[in-house]
């Protein structure tokens, strides 16, 4: 099996934290917290928008350092690094270390201005989510190769924008229960999420799980990889146990538990960055070119 | 022969018997680290024994195919490296940069023939240059000049298209039009085509 296991925790690593990038300003426009109770709506919404910015941004800031070293992993000379820069021009993969270290530095900066206290602003959190869509579009390109006919087909985007959407709902999920002072002054306890949006999160899990199966199926028949069918099986099962607590989760939310929906919260977003990281090590696997 | 403005490969696959002197001369004259091969010989095999009421009859077959870079019009190589390492000069020859190279290995994984060989050693891409030097000291490359079969010939691509068509291939390479290679392939009288499976790399150690 072509082992790669660098690139299986920088990929995955990466679209988590695009994807909570790309999903956090959605929730926070779309006020998935739902309304609270007893607070003016105004209030705890703008409440719920803080709580999700800050806990992406500082979810995503500490990943993306960690993913662009663990990507220093698979270089054979670390040291010319900087020069992947130069061919912009034609080369995905130059393209995407360009989209990556773009996201990072965006993960960084919405760190610092949310680590301040003062919230981040919309255009911060635009360009924040920008940088992720081009992330996902140039990695998906660098492995859409034309010599390489189990990845250039509908397998690469459709893994990773499930991988992305799913992940990304996970931590968004996470983000937003995850208790904090000033945040929980301005609404109490009814500036939490309310079960709409972890039942939104198990949704959007649910779907990727969807799109995930479908791409397993347009990649057969495929190379034979060595324990694939075990990969998938893992790959496919975590996916819809991460759904299943998910959906666990919005009850203990609507019987206001919200630490019980947090820790259930937690565990689904582990199961599913398990299920994805055993659907990577599968993805890699089923590398093999055309010729010689 | 002088630098041609464009150099191409020529191998006979009728003439090879799989000696491998070719690899052994590229690697002897360029150091390469075990594991590392710049020119390789594939055998390609198949074919089986069936009884009939006569006895057994079979249909076996075997032939050898001698490749190293064929410095293709169309690099998919070049044109995915990150860094500008893997590049192509005005005579089409392509070649990496160890200034260069990360050695992130992207090249090997698109090159359908490949090509570009990782060196743990170095931490970076090595490949054929064409023997650059020894054409420019006007002698063949020492993979041609090693066969003692005269299986393997270089010459220039459009000198080589003039007198023999358009490049062709047979399985296991991949299809002329992936690329565009700068080789000419004479096949065996058993070669399968293009995207045949009939036949099996018989030797995958040593390639």
Known sequence: MFHEWSLVLFTVLVQMAAGAMLLAPVASLAGLAGAGSGVPAGLAGCSRARRVSRGVALVAAPVMAASLLISLLHLGTPLNAPKTLLHLGTSWLSREILFTGL????????????????GASPVLRGAGALAA?????????????????????PLTPLAFVA???LLGAGVVAVAA??????????GGEAARPGATALALAALVTLAALVVHALALLAAMPGPVVPGGMGLATAHLVLLALSAGVLLAATLRARAADIPGALRLAGLALALALAGELAGRVL??????RIGL | MPMPARPAFLFD?????????????????????????????TECTGGEWTRTAEGYRQNVFSYYLSVSCNHCEDPIC??????????QDGNGIVSVDPKKCVGCKYCSWSCPYGAPQYSERLGRMTKCDFCRDEIEAGRPPVCVAACPSRALQWGDLEALRGKLGQPM????????????????????????PVGSTAGLKANPEEV
Request: with cysteine.
């Open chain 1, 103 to 118: 996201l990072a530095l965006c993960a960084v900066v919405l760190a610092v201005a949310e680590g301040r206290g003062k």
């Open chain 1, 133 to 153: 869509a081009a992330c996902l579009l140039s990695m998906t390109n660098v492995y859409m190769l034309r010599t390489v006919p189990a990845w250039n087909g």
């Open chain 1, 163 to 165: 991988a992305a959407l």
């Open chain 1, 177 to 186: 229960l995850w208790p904090h002072a000033d945040t929980d002054a301005d």
């Open chain 1, 283 to 288: 993805f890699f696997g089923l590398y093999a």
């Open chain 2, 13 to 41: 696959s009728r003439l090879c018997t799989g000696c491998k002197a070719c690899m052994i001369a590229c690697k002897d004259k360029n150091d390469l680290d075990p594991g590392v091969r710049w020119r390789r010989v």
């Open chain 2, 78 to 87: 070049v044109q995915s490296c990150p860094t500008t390492a893997m590049h």
């Open chain 2, 169 to 192: 291939a047979v399985a296991p390479l991949p299809p002329v039009s992936a690329t565009r290679p700068a080789l000419f392939v004479t096949p065996h009288r058993d070669a399968r």
